[in-house]
């Protein structure tokens, strides 16, 4: 089977992080976000995968020929030159997408929940039309485009509402579909939108159908939602028993749901949790106090300290009886000084700080 | 033979008699002080390890010739009680007494009150300090000063940012023989930025007829006197309201008798380069607490901490407190009694008064914790570092004006993990969320 991962551009939203690494790249619960599409995929039975981009990083290439051995997989770049939208991409891939007839899978690179690919592709095959979408129930549907559905049908889409003002349902495009080659015929190569193109046309023939999905899901394309995405995350792998999870009988976890690299170091009275993952060769000192965010690989975090709500990147240093919350995001190699607050700090790599962020601001 | 060159003026000057009177106010003056004056009386709160009122105190014990000291004031009697007896126990060669106002007679009145007890023994010269400067009183000097010059009057002043200058007294000299020409109180426009601080030196033979003439003006023209403003409509009021106006002078020394001072006698600045703050709102006694614990650190008193990885000088911790060996405190800490400071703790530039309770990781920067007040386990409690040569405790923080330095009163409660900044919190309030910039009732 074949795949695209529709990746996009330069991950603007999620700077500082992607300053330093392209986003597919940037670790969420320790793995870099692609990896946990490419992993899912791959048990899936697929072993084709297309990678959308608008730019293409050499670091990217590299990491990207590992999973290739590791997965046993082919996966290509499709480079855009100039933006084409979410269906233009698919268009610019036909060749790979289309060589045969089997149906292939698309996918929004932000998006995290329990892929569900295999049960995807049965319930596409089983009903034998043109496209399925995976939808999702939200509480607020009238942020979002709606599905809905024909009358007295439970999957066949009947149109899509978007930003209802009043409830017409609450299952919204979760950014994962399957469509059959056929699909690529409906499609330019121009800028083009899969969502309010190509998705209107197959439902005016009747072709589209919506999945649900079961479980979380969660665009982290940026920092607020990385968070939240990563609290979903860890409660999913707590609901399935994961033995990833460092298991609440250790006396510094608190309420459950962290996630520990092996190579990282807790110092003594610590308090972590819920919701907390801390990456490779971290350091955490002494009656340090953790609670949702993600410390990234390399990350130090001296004694006394308290973060909340904050990702910190790579090889940042929080300073002894610091204490950073509200979204604060540190890049690569951050520096927080001894006793400095910080609220909703965004701070560029390499920065020192040695004075309070009393309030959100971005720190050049 | 050295005795015989002693000049006539020294020699004579050795055998006049000098007291001293520490100027306390009342509980309706120290209202800037709220929240802390809630539950002590200002002059009373411990700075450095000792009441404000002691450092004036033992400054003024330090002048060999000062054999009587009065608290002057219009507090209840039994507010200075264990005080004096303290007092007298520690320096039994001083006598010292509370002389109790019964109305708020103004700096200058409650002197003149007392004249007859004041002038018992007909002392030479009297030294006025207002208990509400923090400085090093450098008596010593003053006197020298005095004697020098021949003088009637010394003041003690201090320079200070010319942008300050207006909230104080402001004196003009001649630069070359220190004499005052001119003084006015809190000037609208600018005079000087030499101040006064609040610390002076009198002839009793010129400082007594001096405020007599002014009440005798006062009388004669009540109300071209005492204008008010927001710093003395109080005690003008009470003296206007009042149809027995001749009992009931409210005379000050800075609004009264300085200017006048300057016009005809013998008045002199010692102007002193030294540390000078007032303790005027609450806030404030957190620099007054740095100030008197550097002095102390400088003089190397026995009192404070000693100085390791973990106490970053200067420090007092009282000897009743206890403090776990991993916590981290200072610079310019005072620890009272009976406090207890948990593991991984770390407090700087704080006051942390009596029976306080801080849990493990807690953090207090920049703040004074009320008595008996608990602070959770990684807490935060934090006001903002305002510059040295500032002389106010408020900024400016987004606009708005807050107070710099965070302020439990007694018996408040900091939950678990909450931060606290850049507040005031009236005692016995439990804060179990995040707070900024607020006044908490």
């Known amino acids: 089977m074949k795949a695209l991962i529709l990746v996009g551009g330069f991950g603007t939203r999620l700077r500082p992080l992607t300053l330093t690494l392209p986003k597919p790249l940037v670790e969420f619960a320790n793995k870099p976000m692609i990896l946990h599409q490419i992993q899912a995929l791959a048990a899936a039975g697929v072993t084709d995968i297309v990678l959308a981009v608008n730019y293409r990083p050499e670091i990217m290439t590299a990491a990207l020929k590992k999973y290739e051995k590791e997965y046993n997989v082919r996966i290509e770049f499709s480079v855009e030159t100039e933006p084409l939208g979410t269906a233009g991409p698919l268009k610019l891939a036909e060749k790979i997408l289309g060589k045969d007839d089997a149906p292939f899978f698309v996918l929004n690179s932000d998006v995290i929940c329990d892929y569900p690919f295999q049960e995807l592709a049965e319930f596409h095959k089983a009903h034998g039309e043109e496209g399925t979408i995976v939808v999702t129930k939200v509480e607020e549907p009238s942020k979002y485009g709606v599905v809905v559905h024909k009358p007295g049908h439970t999957s066949r889409i009947d149109r899509f509402v978007e930003k209802p003002i009043e409830f017409v349902g609450n299952r919204i495009n979760a950014g994962i579909y399957i469509l059959n080659p056929s699909v690529l015929k409906r499609i ?6 899969i969502e309010q193109e190509t998705f209107p046309a197959i439902v005016k023939d009747g072709q589209l159908h919506s999945f649900d999905l079961e479980g979380f899901w969660m665009d982290v394309g940026q920092p607020k939602d990385f968070l939240a995405g990563t609290c979903l995350y860890l409660s999913s792998l707590s609901k399935k028993g994961s033995k990833l999870l460092t298991p609440n009988s250790e006396s510094f976890v608190h309420n459950g749901n962290v996630l520990i690299d092996p190579t990282a170091k807790i110092g003594k009275n610590c308090k972590i949790g819920p919701n907390v993952t801390i990456g490779p060769n971290v350091v955490v000192g002494d009656g340090v106090r953790l609670q949702r965010c993600v410390l990234l690989a390399g990350v130090k975090v001296k004694d006394h300290a308290w973060v909340k709500s904050t990702i910190v990147g790579w090889n940042s240093t929080i300073g002894r009886w610091a204490r950073l919350e509200n979204v604060s995001v540190l890049g690569d190699d951050v520096t927080i000084g001894d006793e400095i607050y910080c609220n909703g700090a965004s701070i560029l790599p390499h920065k020192s700080i040695k004075a309070n962020v009393d309030s959100p601001s971005i720190i050049m | 033979m050295a005795t015989l060159g002693v000049p006539h003026r020294q020699k004579k000057a050795g055998s006049k008699t000098t007291k001293a009177i520490i100027l306390v106010g009342g509980p309706s003056r120290g209202t800037r002080f709220r929240p802390l004056s809630l539950d002590v009386p200002k002059p009373l709160f411990d700075v450095a390890g000792h009441p404000i009122i002691e450092h004036c105190f033992r400054a003024v014990t330090k ?14 009697e039994s507010v200075f009680r264990d005080f004096i007896k303290d007092c007298s126990h520690n320096f039994p060669s001083v006598s010292v007494k509370y002389l109790r106002e019964y109305q708020a007679l103004g700096t200058a009145g409650g002197l003149y009150h007392f004249r007859d007890a004041i002038m018992k023994g007909q002392p030479d010269r009297i030294f006025v300090l207002n208990a509400d400067v923090c400085c090093s009183f450098p008596l010593g000097q003053m006197l020298q000063l005095f004697e020098e010059k021949n003088a009637e009057a010394v003041i003690l002043g201090t320079r200070v940012q010319q942008d300050a200058a207006r909230n104080f007294g402001c004196i003009v000299t001649d630069a070359h023989t220190k004499r005052v020409l001119h003084y006015v109180e809190k000037p609208e426009t600018y005079i000087s930025n030499l101040i006064n601080c609040g610390v002076y030196l009198f002839d009793t033979d010129c400082i007594f007829p001096a405020i007599r003439s002014a009440i005798k003006r006062r009388t004669e023209r009540p109300r071209l006197f005492s204008y008010p403003s927001s710093e003395n409509l ?11 106006g001749e009992k009931t002078e409210v005379i000050r020394l800075e609004q009264d008798i300085m200017s006048d001072l300057a016009d005809s006698r013998q008045f002199f600045v010692l102007e002193t380069k030294d540390f000078w703050r007032q303790i005027k709102t609450a806030g404030s006694a957190v620099p007054a607490n740095a100030l008197y614990l550097t002095k102390a650190f400088q003089t190397q008193s026995e009192e404070l901490a000693k100085p390791s990885a973990v106490i970053l000088p200067p420090v007092f911790i009282h000897p009743s407190a206890t403090v776990d060996p991993t916590a981290k405190l200072g610079p310019n800490v005072s ?52 510059p040295i040569s500032s002389h106010h405790t408020d900024i400016l923080k987004g606009g708005v004006k807050v107070q710099s330095i965070t302020i439990l009163g007694k018996e408040c409660g900091v939950a678990d993990e909450v931060r606290v900044s850049n507040c005031v919190c009236l005692p016995y309030k439990e804060l179990k969320r995040d707070v900024s910039n607020e006044v908490i009732m």
């Open chain 2, 234 to 244: 109080d005690s003008y009021q009470s003296f206007a309201d009042d149809e027995d």
């Open chain 2, 335 to 386: 620890i009272g009694p009976r406090a207890h400071i948990g593991p991984g703790v770390r407090i700087k530039e704080s006051i942390v008064l009596e029976d306080v309770d801080v849990k493990h990781d807690a953090c207090i920067l920049y703040s004074i914790i009320g008595w008996g007040s608990k602070v959770g386990a990684w807490a935060r409690v934090e006001g903002t570092p305002v």
């Open chain 1, 188 to 193: 330019d190569l121009r800028p083009t939108s």
């Open chain 2, 63 to 76: 002048v060999a010739e000062i054999k009587e000291v009065f608290l002057v004031g219009y507090y209840d």
